[in-house]
């Protein structure tokens, strides 16, 4: 299961790694540290993407999920395309593949009882606050034993 940098105010998910407000010791403050790192990475990325596609600065509840990871996509995508051309007028040589972009999950049929079971029991192990905390945790060990 994947899951997303956050801060404070997402619930504790096992699909959100939150931040930690007053980390306590020297693994919890190395996290915190690059996970702030990483979110402002990914934040400033989504800012760029903003200021280059219209679409994305509008609202999006009125979209179906499926639509919005396309406009995703095709926003990276063409973003790196921009980018890559750019950098060929200086004399970069980049190579990249876009055929890893998939069409993502489905939503489970409603006429199979053993997916509505599936689908009920990812959504249980999605909203377990300790998965969120053993991730978290697992994050936190992860990075100490990279970077010490």
């Not at 959100?16 to 010791?25: A, D, L, N, R």
């Not at 921009?82 to 190579?95: N, P």
Request: hydrophobic fraction near 35%; proline fraction near 4%; aromatic fraction near 12%.
């Amino acid at each position: 299961m994947g899951y997303y940098l956050s801060d404070g105010i997402y619930p504790e998910w096992a699909t959100f790694v939150k931040s930690i407000p007053m980390p306590q010791g020297d693994k919890r403050k190395l996290f915190a540290q690059h996970q702030k790192g990483a979110r402002k990475d990914i934040e400033q990325a989504f800012g760029v993407l903003q200021s280059r596609f219209a679409i994305i600065h509008n609202p999006a509840q009125s979209w179906h999920l499926d639509a919005l990871k396309r406009i995703m996509d095709m926003c990276i995508i063409l973003h790196n395309m921009i980018v890559e051309d750019e950098r060929a007028t200086y004399g970069g040589t980049f190579d990249y593949f876009y055929d890893h972009l998939g069409n993502g999950p489905t939503a489970p049929s409603d006429d199979s009882n053993n997916d509505f079971q599936e689908f009920l029991r990812r959504r249980y192990n999605i909203r377990d606050k300790q998965i969120h905390r053993q991730l978290q945790q697992d994050l936190i060990e992860h990075i100490w034993e990279r970077f010490v």
